[in-house]
T-cell receptor, first 112, second 114 residues
């Protein structure tokens, strides 16, 4: 069956350092979304990637979708304390009628 | 717009009790979903609806029932609560399939079963 791993599970960085989280799938994905959840909050949509090799930027955030559409990453340049939270990738899962399912998430903590 | 509203925000149940988690959206979205969030496991899809009168099961449907009598409301029923159902529950809605468009989440219901 389809398996998607999100790594790392947890990362603690110094403010100003960069941060990257990855989602790696065993099968080709039709698209992938990224969400951010602040501590105690709810997931908030960040972006959707659809095309092979797609790269999108939102200020200090860079999102990539691999050429084979099996991998995706979210990179934050020069982290700030406002970046703290859990970052999730999400994708249509064929085992559940293409419903949106989520990765385990990467928890980001930033030391100031 | 209120967006997606979930009630209650917190609930403590005893094992065997039943209850309904409420979810309402005012964005006229056809698609609504329920997820549970447990530490280290991300969000897992419980049930899903593509419109009034239509529901479907997700990854972890056992112990939960849903119905969708109106576009606005999508309640989640716990039939006989178990400690394994202690979790944070999120309701989400989207204009079209959430695999194609942004999903909007409610604030969550933190449920403890003792």
């Amino acid at each position: 069956g389809q398996q998607v791993m999100q790594i790392p599970q947890y990362q603690h960085v110094q403010e100003g350092e960069d941060f990257t989280t990855y989602c790696n799938s065993s099968t080709t994905l039709s698209n992938i979304q990224w969400y951010k959840q602040r501590p105690g909050g709810h997931p908030v949509f960040l972006i959707q990637l659809v095309k092979s090799g797609e790269v999108k930027k939102q200020k200090r955030l860079t999102f990539q979708f691999g050429e084979a559409k099996k991998n995706s990453s979210l990179h934050i340049t020069a982290t700030q304390t406002t970046d703290v939270g859990t970052y999730f990738c999400a994708w249509p899962n064929m085992e559940y009628g293409n419903k949106l399912v989520f990765g385990a998430g990467t928890i980001l903590r930033v030391k100031s | 717009n209120a967006g997606v509203t979930q009630t209650p925000k917190f609930q403590v149940l005893k094992t065997g009790q039943s209850m309904t988690l409420q979810c309402a959206q005012d964005m006229n979205h056809e698609y609504m979903s329920w997820y549970r969030q447990d530490p280290g496991m991300g969000l897992r899809l419980i049930h899903y609806s593509v419109g009034a009168g239509i529901t479907d099961q997700g990854e972890v449907p056992n112990g939960y029932n849903v119905s969708r009598s109106t576009t606005e409301d999508f309640p989640l029923r716990l039939l006989s609560a178990a400690p394994s159902q202690t979790s944070v529950y999120f309701c989400a809605s989207s204009y079209s399939s959430p695999t194609l468009t942004e999903a909007f989440f409610g604030q969550g219901t933190r449920l403890t079963v003792v």
